[in-house]
């Protein structure tokens, strides 16, 4: 059973498994918002929040200290760790730039040539329209150098040396995407969840499929892939973004497709998607055919791939999900 990690707007949330779950809360009033796990160091999480910087624990949660020297910006919405590149991390903003650390975090340096790319001028939010992010950041397991960075709203753009240089969004790619993934055992697939629909490349990035066969909601937030088996994938969906985020009005459905398939519902053991805000996942390797899903009714674990799940049984703090959840990982029990 894995340990759990969960970014919400309160605090951060950290439930462990021994003979039963109990749950600690971390970085309250920080506004944690991103989560990224350095697997080359076993424990070490970092957790990127709204007005607070970025945090590091490297014991698996029970302490946390601010680290992130050199990041110019308060707000850190996205933050990744290349295992390829022996955990390189990458941070990213609110306004939109990308910041990198050889050093587990301690210091960064900002790779400029992202706001320097041409498409950079027509990105917004358009809740801010004054404004956009980073909203993920997917470094490439098998590649070193080969990092992908969803810009809300505006670009899917990458980079293959590391960030010294990058190339802009292409025709008929993803312009709105939320979450994207890689596989290790499928190099150069590319997987995006996008206001936009559900887009993969098989050419890391270069050119795009746009997948919307079998989704009746096709405005996607997470997406995860099997670890055991790159073409099971889940997407979470909705209709738009006011029912994607907020509890009070959520309506959001999980799906999955297999191969070339076209999506099918894949919400056996979850609650309807009436009153349900669009969740989040998160895999471990060593765990083949197992998602795990949080949503403002908890977390859910699937051990077949999608087909069924199950809600874990966790004493969670009262109230913990009412303003929705940001971000989950895990890590391997014993962490």
Request: aromatic content about 10%; hydrophobic content about 40%.
């Given at each position: ?60 949660g029970r302490r946390w200290d601010r680290v992130g020297g050199g990041i110019a910006h308060e707000e850190v919405t996205a933050v990744a760790v290349s295992s390829a590149d022996h955990g390189v991390v990458y941070a990213g903003t609110e306004p939109s730039a990308i910041f990198r650390s050889e ?39 098998a590649v070193p150098g080969r990092v992908f960075v969803a810009i809300e709203a505006g670009a899917l753009v990458r980079t293959l040396d590391g960030g010294r240089t990058w190339i802009d969004r292409v025709r008929g790619g993803p312009i709105d995407t939320h979450t994207a993934a890689t596989s ?152």
């Amino acid at each position: 059973m894995s340990m759990l990690v969960i970014a919400t707007a309160s605090a951060l949330l950290i439930a462990r498994y021994t003979s039963k779950w109990s749950v600690e809360e971390h970085l309250q009033g920080e506004s944690p918002e991103s989560l990224a796990i350095d697997r080359e160091h076993p424990g070490r999480i970092y957790s990127g929040t709204w007005g607070h910087g970025l945090w590091r624990s490297d014991d698996a949660g029970r302490r946390w200290d601010r680290v992130g020297g050199g990041i110019a910006h308060e707000e850190v919405t996205a933050v990744a760790v290349s295992s390829a590149d022996h955990g390189v991390v990458y941070a990213g903003t609110e306004p939109s730039a990308i910041f990198r650390s050889e050093n587990g975090g301690e210091t960064f340096a900002e790779l400029s040539g992202l706001r320097a790319l041409p498409s950079s001028e027509s990105w917004a939010f358009p809740p801010r329209p004054e404004t956009h992010h980073v909203r993920w950041i997917e470094a490439d397991p098998a590649v070193p150098g080969r990092v992908f960075v969803a810009i809300e709203a505006g670009a899917l753009v990458r980079t293959l040396d590391g960030g010294r240089t990058w190339i802009d969004r292409v025709r008929g790619g993803p312009i709105d995407t939320h979450t994207a993934a890689t596989s290790a055992l499928a190099p150069g697939r590319v997987y995006s969840a996008a206001g936009d629909g559900y887009f993969e490349s098989d050419d890391a990035g270069e050119s795009w499929s746009r997948f919307v066969d079998g989704l009746r909601h096709r405005y996607l937030v997470g997406v995860a892939v099997d670890p055991g088996d790159p073409d099971t994938v889940i997407v979470s969906a909705a209709s738009g973004p006011y029912v994607a985020y907020s509890p009070r009005r959520a309506e959001a459905y999980i799906y999955r497709k297999t191969a070339r398939r076209q999506f099918e519902p894949a919400m056996a053991g979850v609650p309807g998607g009436q009153g349900t805000i669009a969740s989040r996942f998160a895999t471990n390797p060593d765990e083949h055919g197992v998602f795990y899903a949080a949503n403002n009714h908890g977390v859910f674990r699937t051990a077949d791939g999608g087909r069924s799940w199950k809600a874990l049984e966790i004493p969670w703090p009262q109230g913990a999900f009412e303003r929705g959840v940001d971000a989950l990982v895990c890590l391997p029990s014993g962490g």
